[in-house]
């Protein structure tokens, strides 16, 4: 990604570090030496006042005393020089004594020959800075009398710190290097746990876009991300949700621009064929009754014949006018379609599964291929109907090898659902015909199990309510039905 965060956190932070490393160099370069020669001030007073204390209690020349004002000068990088008013030296700090002496009485003198810059005078001492013309040197220094008549100096050299500055520049310099590279290193390493939930986040809004809903944020972190995620989850769970009721609402809405246009002709078209097909089961009903009653045959397996035609042909009636009742609530919108999200596949293996003992008693082989799970909008109830008709139809008619094939399949972006029966194709001329109510293409047989030519008509209002594809196409050796739902 050209504008990755994680490429920008290495960056920030790696500029951050150089940004501190450079102004740490810059600071030592610049202040280091004015803090060492305060410092330096500070020493040099307090080796006065050390030097006051030992002459006032006489202790300049106790060996312990001159042990410990050589230790103090070691310690602090510096030399001194005590004179009494004779010029002969009572204290000094190894063999300085001699290099010593001519710059204490020059200052004693006032014959200092060199750049002097005062930074404090007093009555007893002056603390200077002195750019030693023999030795080359700039030193910072004290001198003056002391309580007793004696003279004193005390000086350090400032080359020490220079070259400490230069020493110490260095090395942050190559310490610096080193730790911008291994910092920018964990960096970028340590920001992949901010990146990864952030483009993984962006991977399920994606999803989103593309109306796939089962994509969720899986984190267990307990930041800001995860509340970002969680809230991704919801509105996922929410535009799921809107986007079935609108779905719903829509159609509805379909449904109710072409109820008003459809009513009056269904009705003329309903009563006509109800009244057909209903005038010859009562006509049997009717003839075999009135023969029962007029004793037109005393054996009673005749008579037992005749009622048997009765209950068969009242039993035919019965599901003829439920399914008649469910085309005219289908047709006249009477029960509401609810789309939701269901998996095709599932509800296709299930059926199977339940028809599984009608297939077994007509002998037929059902074929279904491994299929994975499919999503799909429309009413799962209604769709089911849809398929359990196809699969029915495909049962009565199957012959030749008998075998029923259900093929899941996806085509130009919906799923597509295939029911596939070896038999007779179904002639050219009754293809467009098959979806009417009440038609049958073959008379004889579908009297003989009992159809009643409504089942195709309710495939076909269950699909236009969901306002999706249907059909059939005829095979060499059998007819394939086929439906299509839109995917989730």
Same mark, same amino acid.
């Given at each position: 990604m050209k504008h990755s965060i994680r490429r920008q956190f290495a960056f920030i932070f790696t500029g951050l570090m150089a940004g501190m490393?450079?102004?740490?160099?810059?600071?030592?370069?610049?202040l280091l030496e004015k803090y060492y020669i305060l410092n330096k001030q500070d020493v040099l007073l307090a080796f006065y006042d050390e030097l006051q204390d030992v002459t006032q209690n006489d202790k300049l020349g106790a060996e312990e005393t001159g042990l410990y004002l050589q230790q103090y000068c070691e310690k602090h990088n510096m030399s001194y020089l005590v004179l009494?008013?004779?010029?002969?030296?009572?204290?000094?700090?190894?063999?300085?004594a001699d290099f010593m002496r001519p710059q204490l009485l020059d200052h004693v003198l006032m014959q200092m020959d060199g750049d002097v810059q005062v930074m404090r005078e007093t009555?007893?001492?002056?603390?200077?800075?002195?750019?030693?013309?023999?030795?080359?040197?700039?030193?910072?220094?004290?001198?003056?009398?002391?309580?007793d008549g004696s003279f004193f100096i005390a000086r350090s050299a400032l080359e020490g710190i220079r070259d400490s500055v230069t020493i110490a520049n260095r090395f942050l310099m190559y310490i610096g290097v080193l730790a911008m590279v291994s910092c920018g290193i964990i960096i970028w390493v340590v920001s992949r746990k901010i990146t990864d939930p952030i483009l993984e986040l962006a991977d399920i809004s994606q999803r989103m876009t593309n109306l796939d809903f089962e994509a969720r944020y899986t984190g267990k972190n307990k930041n800001e991300i995860a509340l970002l995620g969680a809230n991704i989850n919801q509105l996922s769970d929410t535009l799921e949700k809107t986007i079935s009721e609108l779905k719903t609402a829509n159609? @509805? /809405? &379909?449904?109710?621009?072409?109820? !008003?246009?459809?009513?009056? $002709?269904?009705?003329?078209?309903?009563i006509a064929n109800v009244s057909h097909e209903l005038k010859t089961p009562i006509a049997l009903i009717q003839g075999y009754a009135e023969g029962l009653l007029d004793g037109i045959s005393e054996d009673p397996e005749s008579r037992a014949y005749y009622c048997e035609v009765i209950v068969d042909e009242a039993s035919k009636m019965n599901q003829m006018v439920k399914k008649l009742l469910t085309l005219n609530q289908l047709e006249f919108g009477n029960e509401k379609v609810a789309m939701e999200r269901f998996d095709i596949t599932s509800?296709?293996?299930?059926?199977?599964?339940?028809? @599984? /003992? &009608?297939?077994?008693?007509?002998? !037929?082989?059902?074929?279904? $291929?491994?299929t994975p799970a499919y999503y799909v909008w429309g009413d799962e109830f209604r769709i089911e109907e849809v398929f359990m008709?196809?699969?029915?139809?495909?049962?009565?008619?199957?012959?030749?090898?008998?075998?029923?094939?259900?093929?899941?399949?996806?085509?130009?972006?919906?799923?597509?659902?295939?029911?596939f029966n070896?038999?007779?194709?179904?002639p050219q001329e009754s293809l467009p015909l098959i979806w009417d109510k009440f038609y049958k293409v073959d008379k004889a047989r579908t009297r003989e199990y009992g159809g009643s030519g409504v089942g195709l008509s309710i495939v076909r209002a269950i699909m236009e309510s969901v306002h999706q594809p249907y059909g059939v196409q005829n095979y060499e050796n059998g007819v394939a039905f086929w439906f299509e739902l839109e995917q989730a």
């Open positions: 490393i450079l102004l740490c160099w810059l600071l030592n370069s610049t009494d008013a004779n010029s002969r030296t009572l204290r000094a700090s190894g063999a300085d009555d007893q001492y002056v603390l200077q800075r002195v750019n030693d013309m023999r030795s080359r040197f700039v030193y910072i220094e004290i001198w003056g009398i002391l309580d159609n @509805e /809405l &379909l449904k109710d621009i072409e109820k !008003i246009e459809k009513t009056d $002709e269904m009705r003329r078209e309903f509800l296709v293996s299930g059926c199977l599964q339940s028809a @599984e /003992l &009608l297939a077994n008693q007509n002998e !037929i082989t059902v074929k279904m $291929e491994e008709n196809y699969f029915s139809n495909a049962v009565n008619h199957c012959r030749r090898e008998k075998i029923i094939e259900v093929l899941v399949q996806p085509v130009n972006e919906r799923i597509r659902v295939t029911v070896t038999g007779e194709p179904i």
